[in-house]
């Protein structure tokens, strides 16, 4: 489906809101600029939740989508 | 981003101290500084021998509502006190015991859970909070 390359990945499916954001907050912190970041999450909430933190944070996704009731973010260390 | 914010928590139920768990992660995962004052019944809730019981829900919840929250805990949701415990692990979170409270209550320093960073009076938590908006669950 992808060509980017992941250098960590979240599974978030199942956790309720606000826990997918603080684990994609914890898991940042850990990688560096450029680095990308896959998050898989189930909460509904999670598609604005994701723009909003995108936004505010500076780390932006650069690929979306959903599948099966899961939806999957990649996130870019600003 | 250096904005912050501040919550007073005085009530010491499951469903009002999850909700304030949910605002101040949310906030330490964009970053901002979160001031936290507890304040009686939530002060209590944060003994550490106490703090993993059970604290009942606000009355507005009703039988059907003690059941949803019931099901959620049971389908995985974090407890209010590990929510905290996760956006400590994020940084910026301060959370201060009212020293009011503590003389009322005849709690101690040391039998509060560690999530507590010690204990202040109202002037230190102003002074603090500064401009911040300040939130009272």
Request: aromatic share 6%; proline share 4%; net charge negative.
């Amino acid at each position: 489906m992808t060509t980017l390359e992941i250098a960590q990945r979240v599974d978030a499916k199942g956790l309720s809101c606000p826990m997918p954001i603080v684990k994609t907050a914890q898991a940042m912190k850990a990688l560096t600029t450029g680095q990308l970041l896959e998050v898989l999450a189930t909460d509904p909430g999670s598609v604005k939740d994701f723009e909003a933190w995108a936004k505010s944070t500076g780390n932006p996704v650069v690929e979306s989508g959903a599948e099966a009731g899961v939806y999957r973010f990649v996130l870019q260390h600003k | 981003m250096d904005d912050s914010i501040s919550l007073v928590l005085f009530s010491g139920t499951d469903d009002r101290l999850q909700a304030a768990a949910v605002m101040t992660a949310g906030a330490a995962a964009l970053g901002k500084t979160v001031h936290i004052f507890l304040q009686y019944w939530a002060l209590d809730a944060f003994r550490a021998d106490r703090i993993g019981l059970d604290h009942g829900l606000a009355p507005e919840a009703g039988p059907a509502g003690a059941a949803a929250v019931a099901a959620a805990a049971k389908a995985g949701q974090a407890s209010w006190a590990d929510t905290l415990r996760q956006a400590k692990d994020l940084g910026g979170v301060d959370i201060q015991a009212c020293s009011l409270s503590m003389d009322v209550l005849h709690i101690e320093p040391s039998d509060l859970d560690p999530l507590v960073d010690g204990a202040e009076g109202v002037t230190a938590f102003y002074l603090n909070a500064g401009d911040s908006p300040i939130i009272f669950i």
